[in-house]
């Protein structure tokens, strides 16, 4: 069977973390921990050009001083930085990158220019990009947390995508309290490559997956996600939350008809949904 193209994002086999830092409280130092207490399995490089050593672990300036294949990279470092390291990870061989930096379209007129040139430099290479301004990738089974959220996730068969870094924090610490677990997290931030459609391909033909939670903000290429939401839906059951904005945030399912104010709010509907889940 051929290996699905973003292989490289959801189970890959070695992660360089680009900004990985000691520095208390920098997102940097928050996703390389999450990385070493999840028990991630594979090869594990943190890059930092100022530091020969990194919560214990010896650290690289560059890629380029690793001397083997590199799967997934995972960027934590300012803006302005970003399409340089996408160069080098193409060069590197690396196929897919997590950007949680912000501060690209988002901003402005400077920060979408800067997006494009990362956008470029990774369709140049080959290189699928999750984010940016995402808050990163989970797959427990595997001991992968590329987050910054203050903790990890159980295992489970769950698979939970958002637009919104925020509602994922508010769920992971709501399935922590109700031992809830995932076959994957993905925060999608602004969307920039991977799109919604491309997420469900991956999940519907993922053994570790038997449900599939989205929260939408929007939709990029609507053809693409109707396509994979109607494919996905005739194996597994998808449920699907959509965003909005009045007055105050609220959440509505397309599939039930109400709609919950404040993230605070979304403990009792999911409690309903989960339970209902097979």
Not at 107 to 124: C, I, K, Q
Not at 147 to 162: I, P, Q
Not at 252 to 269: E, G, K, N, Q
Request: some cysteine; aromatic content about 10%; hydrophobic content about 45%.
């Amino acid at each position: 069977m051929t290996q699905h193209y973003l292989k490289p994002l959801f189970s890959p086999e070695s992660v360089a973390i680009f900004g990985a830092s000691d520095r208390v409280d920098s997102v940097g130092q928050i996703v390389f921990s999450n990385m070493l207490k999840s028990g991630f399995k594979g090869a594990l490089f943190p890059i930092n050009a100022k530091r020969e050593v990194v919560q214990g672990h010896k650290a690289y300036s560059s890629l380029f001083q690793i001397n083997q294949a590199v799967e997934l990279a995972v960027i934590a470092t300012p803006p302005q930085t970003v399409p340089d390291i996408i160069e080098d990870c193409g060069k590197h061989g690396v196929k897919a990158v997590v950007v949680i930096t912000a501060g690209f379209a988002e901003t402005g007129a400077a920060g979408l220019a800067l997006e494009r040139a990362v956008l470029e430099n990774a369709r140049h290479y080959g290189i699928r990009l999750l984010g940016p301004n995402c808050l990163g990738i989970m797959r427990p089974a595997i001991g992968l947390n590329a987050t910054f959220n203050n903790g990890g996730a159980n295992v489970g068969n769950l698979a939970f995508v958002s637009q919104s870094g925020a509602l994922c924090t508010a769920i992971l610490d709501w399935a922590h309290t109700n031992d809830v677990g995932f076959s994957s997290v993905v925060s999608m931030g602004s969307s920039a490559d991977v799109d919604f459609g491309e997420i469900l391909d991956y999940l519907v033909n993922d053994q570790q997956t038997q449900n599939i939670l989205l929260y939408i903000e929007g939709i990029r290429n609507s053809r693409s996600f109707m396509s994979s939401l109607r494919a996905a839906a005739r194996i597994k059951p998808v449920i699907l939350v959509k965003g909005c904005i009045f007055y105050e945030l609220k959440i509505r399912a397309v599939f039930r008809p109400f709609c919950l104010a404040r993230y605070i709010a979304v403990s009792a509907f999911f409690s309903n949904t989960f339970s209902s889940l097979p």
